[in-house]
């Protein structure tokens, strides 16, 4: 439990570009933030990638981040927008593990 938590935080572990690509096209969405949207997505009509990976792995953190930002604006920056999905994951594997 404490190695899958320590997870959250680190950056050492093996990156493929549904890593760093699915945050981006999360953070396009919720946060209207002006981010490069990788080839696979930029075709709207027939993308050779599905958002249904990033819509599952990033949004569902962000959009709770997108909630708290109300309360507290300070609250996204660079880590949280790093951390923040990761976290959300890390809780919805204890949901189906235990």
């Given at each position: 439990?404490?190695?899958?938590?320590?997870?959250?935080?680190?950056?050492?572990?093996?990156?493929?570009d549904?890593?760093?690509?699915?945050?981006?096209?999360?953070?396009?969405?919720?946060?209207?933030?002006?981010?490069?949207?990788?080839?696979?997505?930029a075709?709207?009509?027939f993308?050779?990638?599905?958002?249904i990976s990033?819509?599952?792995?990033?949004?569902?953190?962000?959009?709770v981040?997108?909630?708290?930002?109300?309360?507290?604006?300070?609250?996204?920056?660079?880590?949280?927008?790093?951390?923040?999905?990761?976290?959300?994951?890390?809780?919805l594997?204890?949901?189906?593990?235990?």
């Amino acid at each position: 439990l404490f190695v899958r938590f320590l997870c959250v935080f680190l950056s050492g572990y093996p990156h493929p570009d549904e890593f760093f690509q699915s945050p981006e096209i999360a953070a396009a969405d919720i946060f209207e933030f002006d981010v490069f949207i990788p080839w696979e997505f930029a075709d709207h009509s027939f993308p050779c990638r599905s958002i249904i990976s990033p819509l599952i792995g990033s949004s569902v953190g962000y959009t709770v981040l997108y909630g708290i930002s109300f309360i507290l604006p300070c609250v996204v920056n660079a880590i949280t927008l790093l951390v923040f999905p990761r976290f959300v994951i890390f809780v919805l594997s204890l949901v189906t593990d235990y």
